[in-house]
């Protein structure tokens, strides 16, 4: 098992760029692979997860070539997938096992897909019941009130409905819009806040007609779908440990370009803006339906104030919640982060992952049901701490090693090749001892 050590930073600099957008990069394998004609992907991200929805579609019947960042897809059609010879295999990824059961589901075959340990343990019965209800033939393994993988699905004829849906999901919203394209009439999901609208934005970008009526999104079946040359931005989730570490490590002064800026993703730089942090968006542009642009960051001379983050920014940064309680460690005053349950349920209970790492460091956070309360500045030391497989928490922790007094070692850090191949040679790249 890999581990990382970290000992801290006397300044970040440079230009980066960081690998391209996980979410995005899914979507184009599985949009580009149900189009007609061909797509060609730029600034794939070739990291774990995105490599598993590669082998799941040649499984189903599609030629794909990744070359580094580059993925060419010969698209098949909606109809066009054949009936995979083994169960589907998702590794760790939730995007990929949740959105590719919508598109299972409409098909004219059945289907089985399973997944690593982790995945085993992450909740399905948000796909299954929306699934059922528009008549998919969809089950997992029963327990405690929920359904997990292995799921079965048969393929069958969908129909069309209107869903709303308890919690704001893309992963959800995705799962069914997808199986909507395969349903007679129109699908509709409404959801409790605004979760990220990539899918939305991709089926438009390949000409679908999607209506987004914020919180409403309706698609109406049987569309055809043309490929296209899709530009991935790179992902603020992965730019996030270096937006935060450019912030916290003193004398730095960093640029990351081309980073995604997608209005659902980018609560991390509202939450930075609101505690004094210096981070400045240069040069936005649209491609393929989806801003970008560069973000600056110069180290904060002045403290960072502690804030309060709920309510409807929470799935705009869910993913950015454990390198914000980084950030938070040194914020003065408490910071408090509620609404965020959906983190008990990721590839880590990640409020119980990251506190309980981040107090080995010398953090005082106390966990709440919903989040957390961060008491700050503290200042953090060196010690051996635990990523509990999660990518997220892993890298998290090596930038909390950038500013803690001595050495930190991170075990289990395979994970992060999961979403950031190449993290730590760049941050060596960036960071003077
Ligand atoms: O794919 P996976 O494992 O679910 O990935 C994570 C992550 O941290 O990389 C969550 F663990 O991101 C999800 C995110 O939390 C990716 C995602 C998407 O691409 O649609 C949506 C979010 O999940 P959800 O459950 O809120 O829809």
Redesign the pocket.
């Known amino acids: 098992m890999a581990s990382l050590k970290i000992k801290s930073a006397s300044k970040l600099s440079g230009e980066i760029h960081v690998p391209g957008d996980?979410?995005i990069s899914?979507?184009a394998v599985m949009l580009g692979s149900i189009a007609e004609g061909e797509t060609r992907v730029e600034g794939f991200l070739a990291g774990e997860?995105c490599l598993a929805t590669v082998e799941c579609f040649k499984q189903l019947g599609l030629q794909l070539s990744a070359i580094g960042s580059r993925l060419s897809i010969q698209g098949k059609g909606l109809r066009g997938l054949k009936k995979p010879s083994k169960p589907l295999y998702v590794g760790?990824?939730?995007?990929?096992i949740?959105?590719i059961s919508g598109i299972m589901a409409g098909q004219n075959f059945d289907c089985e897909i399973s997944g690593d340990a982790s995945?085993q343990k992450?909740p399905m019965k948000?796909i299954i019941d929306p699934l059922l209800s528009m008549g998919a033939k969809i089950s997992g393994k029963k327990q405690k009130g929920n359904s997990f993988p292995p799921l079965k699905i048969k393929g069958s004829k969908l129909k069309a409905m209107e869903y709303r849906s308890p919690?704001?999901?893309?992963?959800?919203?995705?799962a069914i819009l997808l199986a909507g394209l395969y349903a007679d009439g129109t699908t509709t999901v409404i959801e409790p806040a605004h979760?990220?609208d990539?899918?939305e934005r991709m089926l438009s970008f390949m000409g679908a007609k999607v209506s987004m009526l914020k919180p409403e999104v309706s698609i109406i079946g049987g569309q055809t779908l043309q490929g296209r040359e899709i530009h991935v931005p790179g992902d603020i989730?992965s730019a996030a440990f270096f937006m935060v570490a450019g912030l916290l490590v003193p004398n730095s002064n960093l640029l990351i370009r081309n980073v995604g800026l997608n209005p659902t993703r980018i609560g991390i730089i509202e939450v930075i803006h609101r505690m004094g942090g210096n981070l400045e968006v240069q040069d936005e542009q649209l491609i393929a339906y989806e801003p970008r642009g560069n973000i600056r960051l110069t180290a904060n001379s002045s403290r960072l104030s502690a804030i309060e983050i709920g309510g409807e920014l929470i799935?705009r940064l869910?993913?950015e919640i454990p390198i914000i309680a980084v950030l938070a460690t040194q914020a003065e005053g408490t910071t408090v982060i509620k609404d965020a349950k959906?983190l008990r349920?990721?590839?880590s209970d990640?409020i119980a992952t990251i506190s309980s790492e981040l107090r080995k460091m010398g953090a005082k956070i106390e966990e709440q049901e919903d989040g957390m309360l961060i008491f700050g500045p503290t200042k953090l030391k060196g010690a051996i701490v635990d990523s509990h497989g999660?990518?997220?928490v892993a890298m998290s922790l090596a930038i909390a090693g950038l500013i803690a007094e001595g050495e930190t070692t991170i075990e289990n850090t395979d994970c992060i090749e999961?979403?950031f191949p190449g993290f730590k040679s760049l941050l060596d790249v960036v960071c003077t001892k």
């Open positions: 996980k979410s899914h979507r997860d760790n990824s939730g995007t990929t949740r959105l995945i992450r948000r919690i704001a999901s893309a992963q959800v919203k995705s979760s990220r990539h899918t989730s799935p869910i993913d959906e349920v990721k590839e990640r999660d990518h997220r999961t979403s």
